[in-house]
């Protein structure tokens, strides 16, 4: 959200023209951070459903940079992270190491793999022993997705099929050590060099909701107007037709008198 926000900000105000044409207010370079922000807010919701035994943390920061792990999951059956991947209406292919979009080869389960063996050496410091952390890949908006032959190195999923497999999973820790676990994912200072950041989350938030109000506003005019359009077209030929229909029956009572 903030990247898209921070980009979006370098966009020229909107005049009431480009609000009356409905036309499209995301600038290009912010529209993949959209769309992926968008894709995380959808998982967050399923996760958010897994009950209380389950600590879920959402963008957390990783290292000394502006790197971030989507989610992170701690509960019975352990530590998972997701990497979330918004692939609106395309299809994928799923075979081994390998994850194609349309076609297109990705790097998503490579870095996927490398996400969670990063979080595992990270909370392994934390508490003074391993950590095994388990990584998915969670694709949002799918067309569909198929798997090859070859069993991939990492869990693909769609977002609506997330909870049911994490609760599926069997428990590997007690009660008491998934509360610590939990406890140590909490702290920024497990995950980034920088133990305390002050962001006003609250506002980035409300800055995104409103981007979102505005761009499914423009959607809705520009849907209006291509409904019109073709509501208009067809009246023209219709009109045309009756036209016709009415000299050919001129013609034809001229020649019956």
Same mark, same amino acid.
């Given at each position: 959200?903030?990247?898209? $926000? @921070?980009?979006?900000?370098?966009?020229?105000?909107?005049?009431?023209?480009? @609000?009356?044409?409905?036309?499209?207010?995301?600038?290009?370079?912010?529209?993949?951070? #959209?769309?992926?922000?968008?894709?995380?807010?959808?998982?967050?919701?399923?996760?958010?459903?897994?009950?209380?035994?389950?600590?879920?943390?959402? *963008?957390?920061?990783? !290292? *000394? !940079?502006?790197?971030?792990?989507?989610? +992170?999951?701690?509960?019975?059956?352990?530590?998972?992270?997701?990497?979330? =991947?918004?692939?609106?209406?395309? =299809?994928?292919?799923?075979?081994?190491?390998?994850?194609? +979009?349309?076609?297109?080869?990705?790097?998503?389960?490579?870095?996927? $793999?490398?996400?969670?063996?990063?979080?595992?050496?990270?909370?392994?410091?934390?508490?003074?022993?391993?950590?095994?952390?388990?990584?998915?890949?969670?694709?949002?908006?799918?067309?569909?997705?198929?798997? !090859? =032959? =070859?069993?991939?190195?990492?869990?693909? $999923?769609?977002? &609506?099929?997330?909870?049911?497999?994490?609760?599926?999973?069997?428990?590997?820790?007690?009660?008491?050590?998934?509360? #610590?676990?939990?406890?140590?994912?909490?702290?920024?200072?497990?995950?980034?060099?920088?133990? /305390?950041? /002050?962001?006003?989350? $609250?506002?980035?938030?409300?800055?995104?909701?409103?981007?979102?109000?505005?761009?499914?506003?423009?959607?809705?005019? @520009?849907?209006?107007? &291509?409904?019109?359009?073709?509501?208009?077209?067809?009246?023209? *030929?219709?009109? &045309?037709?009756?036209? /016709?229909? !009415?000299?050919?029956?001129?013609?034809?009572?001229?020649?019956?008198?």
């Amino acid at each position: 959200m903030q990247e898209c $926000l @921070r980009l979006q900000a370098a966009a020229p105000p909107r005049t009431s023209a480009d @609000r009356f044409w409905g036309r499209h207010p995301l600038r290009p370079d912010a529209r993949s951070w #959209y769309q992926g922000a968008l894709g995380e807010i959808r998982v967050a919701r399923v996760l958010d459903e897994l009950g209380p035994e389950w600590t879920v943390l959402h *963008s957390v920061p990783v !290292g *000394s !940079g502006e790197s971030d792990i989507d989610h +992170v999951v701690v509960g019975p059956p352990g530590v998972f992270t997701l990497n979330t =991947k918004h692939h609106d209406d395309k =299809k994928i292919w799923v075979g081994g190491g390998t994850l194609m +979009v349309n076609g297109t080869r990705t790097w998503h389960i490579r870095n996927s $793999l490398s996400e969670a063996a990063r979080a595992s050496r990270l909370l392994s410091a934390r508490a003074g022993g391993p950590v095994d952390v388990t990584p998915a890949l969670v694709i949002v908006g799918a067309r569909s997705i198929r798997f !090859g =032959k =070859k069993q991939p190195p990492v869990v693909v $999923l769609p977002e &609506a099929h997330v909870g049911r497999w994490l609760r599926s999973l069997p428990a590997v820790h007690s009660t008491e050590a998934v509360t #610590y676990l939990a406890m140590l994912a909490e702290e920024r200072a497990t995950w980034h060099t920088q133990g /305390l950041v /002050l962001d006003d989350t $609250l506002r980035h938030e409300q800055r995104f909701q409103r981007l979102q109000r505005d761009i499914d506003l423009a959607g809705r005019r @520009r849907r209006r107007w &291509a409904l019109g359009a073709a509501v208009g077209t067809v009246a023209a *030929s219709v009109g &045309a037709g009756i036209a /016709l229909l !009415g000299g050919a029956l001129a013609v034809l009572t001229s020649s019956l008198g």
